[in-house]
Nanobody, 126 residues
Framework: QVQLVESGGGLVQAGGSLRVSCAAS????????IGWFRQAPGKEREFVAH????????YYADSVKGRFTISRDNAKNTVYLQMNRLEPEDTADYYC???????????????????WGQGTQVTVSS
């Protein structure tokens, strides 16, 4: 089992920055893929970014590439999502997710993930 707890959401003006964090526990980082999804009201949960299992590679949705950065602190078992140049369209609940096993390189679909945090709300005002 993997437990995930997000923090750091809030209200920010368009063009601003925010960092959300995800503290993981239960198993070492290297045993699962970990990343971020988001879900806006009335929309399906969508992929934002993730690390591969080893933490050596990162993958981003086209909509956030160049603005968002996923990073991790292995000593703290924590993953971060630094969000810069935020837009009103980035307003959503942001979820940390982890996936067991798998042979693929990229996992962009929320159905592929096994563990979820409770989410943290990010609101970008125009």
């Amino acid at each position: 089992q993997v437990q995930l707890v997000e923090s750091g959401g809030g209200l920010v003006q368009a063009g601003g920055s925010l960092r959300v964090s995800c503290a993981a526990s239960g198993r070492p980082f290297s045993t699962y893929t970990i990343g971020w999804f988001r879900q806006a009201p009335g929309k399906e949960r969508e992929f934002v970014a993730h690390f591969n299992r080893s933490g050596s590679s990162t993958y981003y949705a086209d909509s956030v590439k160049g603005r968002f950065t996923i990073s991790r602190d292995n000593a703290k078992n924590t993953v971060y999502l630094q969000m810069n140049r935020l837009e009103p369209e980035d307003t959503a609940d942001y979820y940390c997710a982890a996936k067991d096993g798998g042979l693929a390189t990229i996992y962009r679909h929320w159905q592929q993930y096994d563990y979820w945090g409770q989410g943290t709300q990010v609101t970008v005002s125009s």
